[in-house]
């Protein structure tokens, strides 16, 4: 590992000025640490925000807002989170270990990295670890990156299941400087893989916010094995019927892009339509018209499509 | 090479030190404090060998810096007993004959107790299926985990 200077940030300016002088922010460590024992990440300084005020708190309009440095265990436990949101409860809890759940935090686990194999080990090329140097994912090891929105510089997903919650929740997240909808915050490859999101250089996620709860929401987490391992497919829904008919309807979708996958054009199909679970599946049709399977994951497809019906019909 | 002093109580004792930042929790309680309880598996955080209690909750010493837990509370395997006497999960490992060769034990056993605390605080039955998803950092290579599950179950009820 390379060596670095370490500091604790006092408060949220302190960090964003060590930040602005090249500092890189330290939450829970989970990925970040693990990448620097990799040499994927290679920081000269690290400030540790993980202490900064981590408050669940009640807003004015009944919605919630979430203190980026509020672990992800403590989240996923909060009463309120799994009476009002469960799909953030549960997708929390569907994601990592225990362990790693009680250092996870809310803001570093919007930021943490793709586990793409070409990424994570140092020598091989990655256009999103060295801009410019190739991705033999596309013709390599793949079963498990995008269908969706990805370019050819890069195929890789995104990893938090956290994520793809909030998406569907229609989460802000604020950070010291702006508001940015969370659907707004990660960005799909294009030819800049390296940036996974658009925050600027230093600036510093304090809070996530969540609007107050609009339907019934869950979160199903499609893998290779029963706990502890990253989505293949993963759905995130809020649905609300009346009358037999769709009022309202959110789904998003993790392990298909570069980014959580909110599934706009699935929703405009069923609004108003019939809640019935060929209608579900068609407008999940709808949405994968556009998917763009690789070699070896053109079974996404078929598991995202399923996954989608399954968890409208259970929430209707 | 960056170094910086770090006091950490563990086990009860207060223990100050000045450490390479690189550091980890773990290597800090190896290397520096003499307790190898905490065993180094895959030092990724994939196998939960590492597993510590870190202010009374579980965590992958292997991924936590040691100069982060600045007056930090630190339990290990070897916090665990009192007065010469087993703890009740530790005694419950034996009882149901919990491992083969050992070596993931410790870290079974730390992150049991913090398991145990989480369910007790959300209100979460303690059951096999629970036990078997909420324990799914602590890998077995022995494949002891036909023991593990009843050990703590054992001690929950």
Request: hydrophobic content about 40%; charged content about 20%; glycine content about 8%.
């Amino acid at each position: 590992m390379r060596e670095f200077a370490y500091e604790r940030a006092s408060g949220v300016s302190a960090a964003v000025a060590a930040a602005e002088q090249g500092a890189t922010f330290l939450g829970g460590g989970t990925n970040l640490v693990d990448l620097m024992k990799l040499g994927v990440a290679k920081p000269e300084r690290l400030v540790d925000v993980s202490r900064l005020p981590a408050d669940i708190e009640e807003l004015p309009d009944g919605g919630l807002r979430i203190g980026a440095a509020v672990r992800n265990n403590d989240l996923a436990a909060d009463p309120r989170v799994r009476l009002t949101y469960p799909a953030l409860s549960h997708a929390l809890l569907a994601g990592a270990s225990g362990q790693l759940r009680n250092l996870a935090t809310t803001g570093g686990n919007l930021l943490q990295r793709t586990r793409c194999h070409y990424f994570m080990v140092s020598t091989l090329p990655c256009n999103k670890r060295a801009p410019g140097s190739g991705c033999p994912a596309r013709e390599g090891i793949h079963d498990n990156h995008a269908i969706l929105g990805w370019s050819e510089a890069c195929v890789a997903t995104h990893p938090s299941d956290m994520s793809v919650a909030l998406a569907a929740l229609d989460a802000t997240v604020v950070t010291h400087a702006r508001r940015i909808p969370l659907v707004d915050l990660h960005r799909l490859p294009g030819s800049e893989p390296e940036r996974d999101t658009i925050l600027e250089p230093g600036e510093l996620i304090v809070a996530v916010e969540l609007p107050p709860a609009h339907g019934r929401s869950t979160y199903r987490k499609v893998r290779d094995r029963a706990s502890f391992a990253f989505a293949l497919v993963s759905v995130a829904a809020v649905l609300r019927v009346e009358d037999g008919a769709v009022a309202d309807v959110a789904v998003a979708l993790g392990g298909v892009a570069h980014k959580p996958w909110r599934a706009s054009r699935l929703e405009s199909e069923l609004r108003g339509g019939p809640a019935t679970r060929a209608s579900y599946e068609a407008a999940a049709d709808a949405e994968l018209a556009e998917a763009r399977p690789l070699r070896d994951n053109a079974y996404k497809v078929e598991i995202a499509k399923r996954a989608i019906a399954t968890v409208l019909e259970e929430l209707s | 090479m960056p170094t910086a002093d770090v006091t950490l109580v563990v086990n009860g004792a207060r223990a100050a030190l000045t450490l390479d930042t690189r550091t980890t929790l773990l290597d800090a309680l190896r290397e520096h404090l003499g307790l190898t309880g905490s065993k180094k598996g895959c030092d990724h955080g994939q196998c939960g060998a590492c597993t510590v209690l870190l202010d009374g909750r579980r965590v992958n010493s292997c991924l936590v810096l040691a100069v982060a837990c600045e007056d930090a509370e630190v339990t290990t395997i070897e916090g665990l007993a009192r007065n010469g006497e087993l703890h009740p999960l530790q005694q419950s490992f034996i009882e149901h004959d919990a491992f083969q060769c050992g070596y993931c034990t410790p870290g079974q056993i730390c992150s049991a107790l913090g398991m145990l605390d989480e369910l007790r605080a959300e209100g979460a039955p303690v059951d096999e299926h629970t036990v078997r998803d909420r324990m799914s950092g602590n890998i077995c290579r022995c494949g002891a985990y036909v023991n593990i599950v009843p050990a703590i179950l054992g001690v929950s009820s």
